[in-house]
């Protein structure tokens, strides 16, 4: 009785894949020929059903990644704005100590604080501030170009 009854489900699983086989090969658009109006018209309605609902999928899927997109977004400006403030506080303190005649500004980081050292008293005259202009003398390129034109070594150069 037992053997009856595994044939039995047998039969029953087996008829089921079939049916499923021959909706798979309905919804990829093969075997149609057999189908009637009605049959067909079923299974446009079932592939629009298909078609909504993978849609709203899709959709709920493209809104939740723009939503990712914008709160990521969001806190890259902050780190931006972050930085832009940590900059410009750095520059202000670069700008004020270069006016003032520093030789260097410390260097400012997140890690624990190190004792700063004791600056040594210099003898007087010592590592003095340079006052010069940083640039070209126009004058002196043009006496070069005109040396080197003429075949004269110019006067820095003795």
């Not at 993978?54 to 890259?76: H, Y």
């Not at 030789?103 to 003095?128: E, T």
Request: net charge negative; glycine share 4%.
């Amino acid at each position: 009785m037992d053997t009856q009854s595994n044939y039995q489900e047998y039969l029953k699983l087996k008829a089921k894949v079939e049916v499923l086989q021959r909706s798979q090969r309905h919804f990829l658009g093969e075997d149609l020929g057999n189908l009637g109006s009605k049959e067909l018209e079923q299974l446009e309605h079932q592939m629009d059903f298909s078609l909504k609902k993978i849609r709203s999928t899709k959709t709920e899927l493209m809104v939740e990644q723009l939503s990712q997109l914008q709160r990521k977004e969001e806190m890259l400006l902050e780190n931006n704005r972050d930085l832009r403030r940590k900059l410009d506080e750095n520059s202000s303190t670069v700008r004020a100590s270069w006016e003032t005649g520093e030789q260097s500004v410390p260097y400012s980081h997140q890690a624990q604080p190190q004792p700063q050292p004791q600056p040594q008293p210099q003898p007087q005259g010592f590592l003095q501030p340079l006052q010069c202009t940083i640039g070209y003398n126009i004058q002196a390129l043009t006496d070069e170009a005109a040396s080197a034109q003429t075949g004269f070594v110019p006067d820095w150069m003795l």
